[in-house]
């Protein structure tokens, strides 16, 4: 059974660098798949960030794309997000996920971490 | 970005149908991506319930189903019990600004 696992802090200060690590157990992430982050303002819809392909390419949200960086370290069945400059706009439930990738951009997500709230405050 | 619209909320007996609405335009639905639709209950995350417009996961009741015709989408749920009362999503790909996924804003479910 595929499980994810976010971690990292849970507060973070404006105008710094959110980064939050997702860990994979149950499946090794060299071994196929995408995987994808997404965030849940407190009372809003998820908003997906961005995904990180088999072969480390990666595909971001427009609207973040310019402060979104997704990482993968395989030795460690982890990848990582980090945003940048933050501000209370970012406050969210951020959660990691496994995509189902689909010819077609017809992707889905189909295992969810549990989510980590991440609040932007000083 | 373009938006997919969902009713705010929905309500019906237990024992009930009730259809959640997923409406969006020729950039995403009705540029022939598939819909997905997932159910989220109170402080958890997000559960695929639907994908490719009409399957269910393994384990997912066949009160479940889904549709697509044009640009809409839409989630039924017959014998509605208490336990579906939930927050429900769709979620397709929208091929504007370079693409990318798209959310509905979600429909909370009560079962009266």
């Known amino acids: 059974q595929v499980q994810l696992q976010e971690s990292g802090p849970g507060l973070v200060k404006p105008s710094e660098t959110l980064s939050l690590t997702c860990t994979v157990s149950g499946y090794s992430i060299s071994s196929g798949y995408h995987w994808g982050w997404f965030r849940q303002p407190p009372g809003k819809g998820p908003e997906w960030i961005g995904n990180?392909?088999?072969?480390?390419?990666?595909f971001y949200n427009p609207s973040l794309k310019s402060r979104v960086t997704i990482s993968v370290d395989t030795s460690k069945n982890q990848f990582s997000l980090r945003l940048s400059s933050v501000t209370a706009a970012d406050t969210a439930v951020y959660y990691c996920?496994?995509?189902?990738?689909?010819?077609?951009?017809?992707?889905?997500?189909?295992?969810w971490g549990q989510g980590t709230l991440v609040t932007v405050s000083s | 970005q373009s938006v997919l619209t969902q009713p705010p909320s929905v309500s019906g007996a237990p024992g009930q149908r009730v259809t959640i609405s997923c409406t969006g335009s020729?950039?995403?639905?009705?540029?022939?991506?598939?819909v997905h639709w997932y159910q989220q209950l109170p402080g958890t995350a997000p559960k695929l319930l639907i994908y490719?417009?009409?399957n269910r996961p393994s384990g997912v009741p066949d009160r479940f189903s889904g549709s697509k015709s044009g640009t809409s989408a839409s989630l039924a749920i017959t014998g509605l019990q208490a336990e579906d009362e939930a927050d429900y999503y769709c979620q397709s790909y929208d091929s504007s600004l370079g693409g990318h996924v798209l959310f509905g804003g979600g429909t909370k479910l009560t079962v009266l």
């Open positions: 996920a496994r995509v189902q990738s689909v010819a077609g951009f017809k992707d889905y997500f189909d295992y």
């Open positions: 490719g417009n009409s």
């Open positions: 990180l392909d088999r072969g480390g390419n990666t």
């Open positions: 020729s950039s995403n639905i009705g540029a022939d991506y598939d």
